[in-house]
């Protein structure tokens, strides 16, 4: 099996820029020797939202979605603990 190789963040924002001054993810992918569909994820998730003032990327969304989930778990958790406790 072949390790996919790990780029670092400079490297992955200098291709998102390139693709956004205009170069194809085709030519990128080409010259750089990496799937061309890795470097429209790579785009995908640098495209930034703005919600309640504050800028984040799709990338950051996602982990903020998956912290809050996983605090919504903890939290209904402790709330059957907390009527366990209150029987007793």
């Known amino acids: 099996m072949t390790k996919r190789p790990r780029y670092s963040q400079e490297f992955k924002d200098a291709i998102v820029a390139l693709y956004q001054e205009g170069r194809s993810s085709l030519s990128l992918s080409i010259e ?3 799937a061309s569909t ?7 998730g640098s495209q930034k939202q703005i919600i309640a003032g ?3 990327t799709t990338d950051e969304m996602k982990k903020m979605k998956k912290e809050n989930d996983r605090l ?17």
């Open 38 to 44: 890795t470097v429209i994820k790579w785009v995908h």
């Open 72 to 88: 919504k778990e903890e939290n209904d958790i402790l709330k059957r603990a907390a009527v366990l406790l209150a029987k007793n």
């Open 32 to 34: 750089y020797g990496m």
């Open 54 to 56: 504050e800028t984040y």
